[in-house]
């Protein structure tokens, strides 16, 4: 597999501004953000779609969630409220195919699947 943009981040092969790194995982702001909030959770192992994670990716799965919480904390957002998404391949408008979670917020979101 060739490495995705974000293994390339991960790699420092391309800049980005990051805001959490562990072993498993990083997070960076989008570049293109929706919102006033809008960063990217990733895990350093590059699962293209959700539909490729196995069970022996559950663990990884529950980490990078709760590492979007421990974020939405960290940039005071947790009580004011957050989305957390995933988008899976073409209808869901996947763009890039390495695994994320986008946390998005800090301002009254709609809700809408459009
Ligand atoms: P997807 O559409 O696959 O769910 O989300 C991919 C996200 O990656 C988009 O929100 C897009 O703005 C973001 N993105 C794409 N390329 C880069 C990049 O080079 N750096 C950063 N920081 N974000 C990127």
């Given at each position: 597999m060739s490495d995705s943009i974000f293994t390339k981040i991960i790699k420092r092969e391309i800049p980005s501004e990051i805001v959490f790194e562990d072993d498993e995982i990083i997070a960076f702001n989008d570049i293109?953000?929706?919102?006033p909030i809008h960063i990217l959770i990733v895990p350093?192992?590059?699962?293209?779609?959700?539909?490729?994670?196995?069970e022996n990716d559950a663990e990884l799965l529950g980490k990078l969630l709760l590492t979007c919480s421990k974020i939405a904390k960290m940039k005071g957002i947790d009580e004011r409220g957050y989305r957390v998404v995933i988008n899976c391949n073409e209808e869901a408008c996947q763009t890039v195919f390495h695994i994320h979670f986008h946390l998005i917020g800090g301002k009254q979101l709609g809700w809408s699947p459009d």
């Open positions: 293109a953000p929706k919102a350093k192992k590059q699962i293209p779609t959700l539909n490729n994670a196995t």
